[in-house]
């Protein structure tokens, strides 16, 4: 696997350069070994999934607040949990994962990456805090090709604090999604339910990502 050149990276995102190639090599070795990352995705591991991650977190996106506390959502392979860590210093990230080999993993990736202070991986099912209540209070939550949005929403909003943002890295199809799940919006108090991109002229093709914001419990 080759990295690309730090020059060729954002502006905003080359102090992170170091920290996103060491990511790069744990999932290209440990992520392929424990099945995270299948032997085929090698070649795209920066454009597939750091620099798709990457984005998104992007300042001048305006998606996640400076400070953010940040969930996500059956994390997996820290995509794009560690990512967003790597790339913005200022956010806090919980990273939820309920599988015990996965969660192992995103706890000795963190400690390598040095991000102990800044990242806390928590094992357990997103669905189970969102029926246990009062966890709510997350500034942002995301997902990466978690479920379908219909049930993803019942796992993520209920995380979020009133006027928090869900920010989910979907793909391209996601459209046929939204409009099956907006009932189930409706009914969680969800505002602004839309459909948004990223990384125009960094990754091809951009970044699909689902938006919306809790409202007020009714």
Not at 145 to 164: D, E, H, I, N
Request: proline content about 7%.
């Amino acid at each position: 696997m080759e990295h690309p050149p730090a020059d060729s990276l954002p502006d905003w995102l080359r102090p992170a350069y170091p920290g996103l190639v060491a990511f790069a090599e744990i999932l290209a070795t440990a992520g392929v070994e424990q099945g995270l990352i299948g032997p085929r995705e090698l070649p795209r591991i920066w454009s597939r999934h750091l620099l798709n991650c990457a984005v998104v977190a992007d300042p001048a996106e305006g998606l996640i607040p400076t400070g953010a506390l940040v969930a996500d959502v059956g994390s997996g392979a820290g995509l794009p949990g560690l990512v967003w860590a790597l790339a913005r210093t200022d956010l806090k990230l919980v990273l939820i994962e309920p599988l015990l080999r996965r969660a192992n993993f995103l706890t000795t990736v963190v400690a390598e990456l040095g991000l102990g202070e800044q990242v806390k991986v928590t094992r357990v099912r997103a669905e189970d805090l969102a029926k246990q209540g009062g966890w709510a209070g997350v500034d942002v939550v995301t997902a990466r090709a978690v479920a379908p949005l219909v049930k993803l929403l019942g796992w993520t909003v209920p995380l979020l604090r009133t006027g928090g943002a869900l920010v989910a890295l979907k793909g391209s199809s996601v459209a046929t999604e939204l409009a099956e799940a907006a009932p189930v919006a409706a009914s969680l108090g969800i505002k602004d339910l839309r459909i948004g991109v990223c990384g125009q002229g960094v990754v091809e093709p951009v970044t699909t990502v689902v938006l919306a914001t809790r409202g007020a419990a009714q």
